[in-house]
């Protein structure tokens, strides 16, 4: 056997474990990566959008290394309140805040020879960030509300899907930091960068999951290939295999063409077009912003055509209006119209950002009955972006 057939079967078996797939010089690229780093304990930095799979790459990392049998501690920086995260990696004493009734073990602890993966590491804190650092040069941290210094053997693997330069250069994360993570950094393009591997991971999903589900699965054809080829994927490789499945279910027993995919990916694209847009060059507070105008037009429209179809049962529909030309309000509760002076016409005026933003979060508070990481999650935005917005709107919650 010579060596490029001992690296395909080193590869084949990769794939297999880690469920990282794909046969296109990237993945094989990043594969070789792996497999270099991962006896090491040195730092790695994933970087990629989201949907890749920079978690599959962590735990590949941590599986193939000598630290495979201790824990993997997975920490979504993004999810976790600014004021608890310290709490959460480094653990706290009794008494160091309300409700700390006991000590507690942080992630940093409970991982002692294993390997911590911190997700969204762009969202984490600058005063989490200082400890952070400390961890990674003396190996020690101190819990909150504590003195001792507390030892650790962690490795650090930390993702994101911000650029960390830019977010260096504006003063939201700090460079020794970032210099210290990249000791390694892994890129995982994008789907649409390695449309070559879309038949593999396609057919992998179909495959898996029609098993797993019992589920007879007639396979694809040329034009279905071609399809699939031909989309943007904004959800990446995530988006892919939620749509395989979709498809699985609902064409029990069907071979899957192109007229089949295309047919599918419609709602898929229109869902991607309203929820899921990627605008990598833009501020994360102008995407957020973004998100939660959309899904309040989005509620306005829906309250409107509610309305109409009550108000066609009580009166006659001559003295219905559209609800396209009634949704802009200044309050949520009062509709305002002013007169254009030229033409004479009714201007429906839309109400400024910040209040459509402030409204819509309290609602989504008073639905979700205050629980935050609800109701964060019904806005598509992070719970720290939300108590900062509580802040900023001065919400009573």
């Given at each position: 056997m010579n060596q490029s057939d001992k690296l395909q079967m080193r590869f084949m078996k990769f794939q297999e474990e880690s469920g990282l797939i794909g046969n296109s010089p990237a993945i094989l690229q990043i594969f070789q990566t792996i497999e270099q780093v991962a006896p090491s304990d040195i730092s790695v930095l994933i970087v990629g959008e989201s949907g890749t799979g920079k978690e599959l790459v962590a735990r590949a990392i941590h599986q193939n290394s000598k630290r495979a049998e201790k824990p993997l501690i997975i920490v979504n920086c993004g999810a976790i309140p600014e004021g608890l995260i310290e709490s959460e990696l480094f653990g706290h004493e009794k008494g160091a805040f309300t409700g700390?009734?006991?000590?507690?073990?942080?992630?940093?602890?409970?991982?002692?020879?294993?390997?911590?993966?911190?997700?969204?590491?762009?969202?984490?804190?600058?005063?989490?960030?200082?400890?952070l650092l400390r961890v990674l040069e003396g190996h020690e941290f101190t819990r909150v509300g504590g003195s001792t210094p507390q030892k650790t053997d962690v490795r650090i693997i930390a993702a994101t899907n911000r650029s960390l330069d830019k977010e260096v250069q504006e003063g939201n994360?700090?460079?020794?930091?970032y210099f210290r993570l990249r000791a390694v950094t892994i890129e995982i393009p994008p789907l649409r960068a390695r449309r070559e591997d879309i038949p593999l991971l396609a057919q992998t999903f179909a495959t898996r999951f029609a098993k797993a589900n019992h589920i007879n699965f007639a396979g694809f054809d040329e034009t279905a290939f071609s399809a699939l080829a031909n989309y943007n994927w904004p959800g990446n490789v995530r988006e892919?295999?939620?749509?395989?499945e979709s498809i699985i279910v609902l064409e029990k027993g069907a071979k899957i063409t192109g007229d089949v995919i295309r047919r599918h990916l419609d709602p898929f694209q229109q869902q991607q077009t309203r929820n899921l847009p990627i605008p990598l060059n833009k501020p994360t507070e102008q995407v957020e912003r973004e998100f939660i105008y959309r899904a309040l037009i989005d509620l306005k429209s829906e309250i409107f055509q509610l309305?109409?179809?009550?108000?066609?049962?009580?009166?006659?529909?001559?003295?219905?209006?559209?609800?396209?030309?009634?949704?802009?309000?200044?309050?949520?509760?009062?509709?305002?119209?002013?007169?254009?002076?030229?033409?004479?016409?009714?201007?429906?005026?839309?109400?400024?950002?910040?209040?459509?933003?402030?409204?819509?979060i309290e609602e989504t508070l008073n639905h979700f009955n205050g629980n935050k990481r609800k109701a964060a999650a019904s806005l598509q935005i992070s719970e720290r972006t939300l108590y900062r917005k509580i802040k900023e709107y001065n919400l009573k919650y």
């Open positions: 700390a009734i006991g000590t507690r073990k942080g992630f940093f602890e409970t991982a002692h020879g294993g390997t911590v993966f911190l997700d969204e590491i762009g969202e984490m804190p600058l005063s989490a960030q200082v400890k994360f700090r460079q020794d930091l892919l295999k939620n749509l395989i309305r109409e179809l009550i108000l066609t049962r009580l009166f006659p529909p001559k003295r219905l209006r559209s609800w396209e030309n009634d949704y802009q309000i200044v309050h949520p509760n009062d509709e305002v119209e002013t007169i254009d002076p030229v033409s004479g016409e009714e201007i429906h005026v839309l109400p400024s950002l910040p209040d459509m933003e402030k409204n819509l």
